[in-house]
């Protein structure tokens, strides 16, 4: 008998499990060719036997049997059934151990999924659905278990041996093998599961938890990169600190421990007391990393530091409750980054994040609720929507219920779930019961997809001194959501003005927003002297689109002196994509393009008086990208985008050439490289500066940038200057990139940005070089990283190269979703999604890509993960 594996799942089919596995024993013998793993599992009965016997059913995937024993009695094959997904064992006993033998071969495993080797280390990846490729096992969240797990290997190749918990055990065995007994007390779900074996370094420190428990930390990673793992022990510490202070989490193994592999499918693994972590999330040295992977490092491992408690002690109880892990703990690295740096520039890079990314995704074919109702493959969950837009809602929560109410509510959560799987209803419940508010319609945001559209409306009445905002959302499914806004009143001198809502005693307390319940509503504003400029959504209050029919003149002023800096920024980004914009269709209309004095003035201000958070300014001076501002079109004018916002770029640095000038000049190091927040803030307006200046086409400044290039004592100022180098015409760029690989040859993850900037280059012949590259000694697609580097940074990063009317960049890209088919489906499921956006193209664009989604389609057998995507591209 076959059991049939339904595809979609759906939500509302959960029901508990039959069986619970209260212990796992597994003992894994690693060897080259064949290892060998062996489970026992005590399982207990978890339904009403009175009404009948449920059969004991495993999930396991491409797994060799060796042998299956009930209380140490072995099962001959009459006694289960097995089929390509699960193994069946139709009379159990109340409680009983089942021990499982199986067979597996790491080394030949392409899918970074279950257990497989990197550069020569064992490693596991278990979520969501990994375990069962190690064994037979109900491999499902809500199955929490305590593991003890035995490693045995070669002691001279694989002196390392880890998994989670505490070393129980360890010594030698004969002929040159070794093992080692780890236990880990906190009952866990599968997809925890984590197991290391190879030859690694330590790199060691050691925090002292607020209530005096000593931790030990250790980084393990190959011994080449012993002198690239400070920064990432620095940033474990500064988490665990954090999480203490503002979430009250304190750790609680004696061990944490983080691996780096360089093969690796997302980012990294929360496994329990042992990460397992993508390499460029922990390698950093000076010469080797960026800012912004100093940044992104902090940010990952404060990520998976903070899963501890908000994924592990806590889990999901289903993988439709996904973002109570993820959305949360997203939400809870945003601040711990906010508080590391400067809050507001990281409220910028994560809304550009949100939508660049969730946006367009919540607008096409693969659109979902943050909570969704089905899925055909489970690996495509992992996903914008379900990680950024489920760190929106979070902060709405928080908005809404206020920071002290917010506090309450998570110690609430953390402490009535903990060691469960949690939902999404569990989650709000505890907030609406810490604050005392009915967050029922706040639920529909956990529902519903898509992005609302917000349409706010002011009219200032000067005889009565009142002014009326009047809000409509525009929500599919016509139900309203409950959405917070954050806002203030400018007057036309840009000072704030006291905010007092007609009919309530005192005017709204800083930092309070009004809350939306309605279709429509009105605000009615009293003692508002003349037509005010509203600041609205502060600090992006709610994950909408705003439209508010703002003058030039009311963003100028909103970009010069609103108090909410992020407000700040949105204006001028604002500004920026109107004028863009206008272009466009000036362009299309065949008119020469003028820009605009409004925005020459604006930017003129941000250069000479912009204030001294550079950081911020060099936010505020970088224009929209064109994928962004592809977004504001029905139908993307690629090459329209494209040369506007050359064109604005070009023309803003002529006629600010001085100020720039002045301004790149101050910016100027003045010691060595230090990751901190003056620094970066120096480093990333001075490569902003540069980038304009670099427009010019003037050999003295090509010649300024590629001194940059060469002298730099740090990658972040080195690679700013090569990848404009890169960009330009000009045979600098050619020389800079012919040194840079030289000089990095044995640093994969330098070779990464060497790939990945010639693949966003606009210049005229990238596709020819994205093409000669792929077959480049270096270049591979069994590396995730590397493959990523070069195809999706391609895809996504380059929208007027790989669009090429021609359409070999959809061929392309269609090519190695086939040939990730059997290689990495999880990889390759990722790069067909830039295909499926195809009905946001002209007609010419949308048919080819539309022909490349439906050769995919044509493939003999396609993976789960693959298909997916294709089909809802297509449908
Ligand atoms: N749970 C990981 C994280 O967000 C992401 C991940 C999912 C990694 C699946 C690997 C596989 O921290
Ligand atoms: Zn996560």
């Given at each position: 008998m076959h059991l049939p594996h339904n595809h979609p799942v759906a939500l509302s089919d959960y029901t508990p499990p039959d069986y619970r596995v209260e212990s796992v024993h597994l003992t894994v013998d690693l060897h080259d060719d064949v290892t060998l793993v062996r489970a026992d599992l005590s399982v207990v009965a978890n339904h009403d036997r009175t009404k009948g016997i449920r059969p004991l059913v495993l999930d396991g995937r491409g797994l060799v049997l060796r042998c299956i024993a009930l209380d140490g009695k072995p099962l001959t094959t009459d006694e289960y059934v097995r089929d390509d997904e699960t193994l069946t064992i139709h009379h159990v006993p109340e409680q009983c151990t089942v021990s499982v033998s199986t067979e597996l071969k790491p080394q030949e495993n392409t899918l970074l999924e279950g257990l497989y080797r990197s550069g020569g280390t064992f490693c596991t990846q278990c979520?969501?659905?990994?375990f069962r490729r190690i064994t037979y096992f109900p491999d499902r969240p809500d199955v929490l278990a305590a593991y003890t797990v035995t490693i045995t290997a070669d002691r001279a190749t694989c002196p390392v041996l880890l998994a989670n918990g505490n070393l129980a055990a360890s010594g030698d065995l004969p002929d040159g093998r070794h093992y080692a007994t780890w236990h880990d007390p906190f009952p866990k779900p599968s997809y925890l599961f984590a197991l290391v074996a190879g030859d690694l370094v330590k790199v060691e420190d050691t925090f002292v938890t607020k209530s005096g428990r000593r931790v030990a930390l250790q980084i393990y990673v190959q011994s080449h990169n012993r002198d690239k793992c400070d920064h990432a022990v620095r940033s474990l510490a500064e988490a665990m600190r954090w999480d203490e202070e503002a979430f009250g989490r304190e750790y609680d193994l004696d061990l944490y421990m983080i691996v780096a592999v360089d093969?690796?499918?997302?980012?990294a693994m929360e496994n329990k007391g042992l990460n397992v972590f993508n390499s460029r999330y922990v390698l950093a040295r000076p010469d080797t990393a960026t800012d912004a992977d100093y940044a992104a490092i902090e940010g990952v491992i404060g990520h998976e530091y903070f899963h501890?408690?908000?994924?592990?002690?806590v889990t999901c109880r289903d993988w439709f409750q996904l973002s109570v892990k993820e959305g949360l703990t997203i939400f809870r690295d945003q601040e711990f980054s906010a508080a590391m740096g400067s809050s507001a520039v990281k409220r910028i890079q994560d809304v550009r994040y949100l939508r660049t990314h969730q946006f367009p995704e919540d607008a096409g074919p693969l659109a979902h609720p943050v909570?969704?109702?089905?899925?055909?493959?489970?690996?495509?969950?992992?996903?914008a929507t379900v990680y950024n837009k489920g760190a929106e809602l979070i902060r709405m929560l928080r908005t809404l219920v206020g920071h002290d109410a917010f506090r309450r509510g998570m110690d609430l959560y953390f402490d009535r779930h903990d060691g469960t799987g949690a939902t999404v209803e569990n989650l709000v419940s505890a907030l609406a019961e810490a604050s005392g508010r009915d967050l029922t319609q706040f639920m529909r945001w956990y529902r519903e997809a898509g992005t609302p559209e917000i349409h706010v409306t002011g009219s200032h009445d000067a005889d009565t001194k009142a002014y009326t905002l009047t809000i409509r959302q525009g929500v599919a499914g016509g139900e309203p959501l409950l959405i917070p806004l954050a806002m203030g009143l400018l007057d036309r001198n840009g000072n704030e003005l006291s905010v007092h809502l007609d009919g309530e005693q005192a005017p709204l307390e800083p930092g309070r927003a009004l809350e939306l319940s309605r279709q429509e509503e009105t605000f009615c504003f009293r003692g508002i002297p003349e037509e005010p400029v509203p600041s609205l959504f502060r600090g992006f209050s709610a994950p909408v689109r705003l439209h508010y029919a703002y003058t030039e003149a009311d963003l100028a002023l909103l970009m010069g002196k609103d108090g909410d800096l992020f407000n700040r920024w949105e204006a001028g980004q604002r500004l920026m994509t109107g004028t863009i914009l206008q272009l466009v269709a000036d362009r299309r209309a065949g008119q020469e393009l003028r820009l605009p004095p409004a925005l020459v003035e604006a930017c003129g201000t941000l250069l000479t008086s912009g204030g001294n958070d550079r950081a911020f300014l060099a936010e505020a001076l970088t224009l929209p990208s064109e994928n962004l501002l592809g977004e504001q079109m029905k139908e993307i004018e690629v090459e329209g985008i494209f040369e506007a916002r050359r064109f604005v770029r070009t023309a803003l640095a002529r006629q600010l050439r001085g100020e720039l000038s002045a301004l790149w000049d101050q910016c100027r190091p003045t010691g060595p490289y230090r990751f901190e927040p003056a620094e970066t803030g120096r480093r990333s307006l001075a490569a902003c500066c540069l980038g304009y200046l670099m427009t010019l086409d003037d050999p003295s400044i090509r010649q300024a940038c590629l001194r940059q290039f060469r002298e730099a004592d740090n990658m972040t100022d080195s690679l700013s200057a090569l990848t404009l180098l890169a960009h330009t015409e000009g045979s600098e760029g050619e020389t800079a990139l012919a040194e840079f690989h030289a000089r990095w040859r044995e640093e994969p993850l330098v070779i990464d940005k060497w790939f990945a900037i010639q693949a966003t280059s606009p210049l005229p012949d990238t596709f020819a070089r994205v093409q000669r590259l792929l077959e480049h000694p270096d270049f591979t697609l069994a590396n995730p990283n590397r493959a990523r580097s070069l195809i999706l940074s391609f895809a996504v990063n380059n929208p007027v190269r790989f669009h090429d009317r021609a359409g070999g960049g959809y061929r392309l890209l269609a090519d190695h979703v086939i040939k990730l088919n059997s290689l990495n489906p999880m990889i390759g499921a990722r790069m067909a999604e830039p295909l499926t956006r195809w009905r946001r193209h002209e007609l010419n664009r949308r048919e080819r890509m539309k022909t490349e989604l439906e050769r995919i389609a044509r493939e003999p057998t396609l993976a789960r993960d693959i298909r997916d995507v294709v089909t809802k591209g297509l449908a």
């Open positions: 979520e969501a659905e990994g093969d690796f499918n997302f980012g501890n408690w908000s994924g592990n002690r909570r969704p109702e089905t899925y055909d493959a489970i690996n495509n969950l992992y996903t």
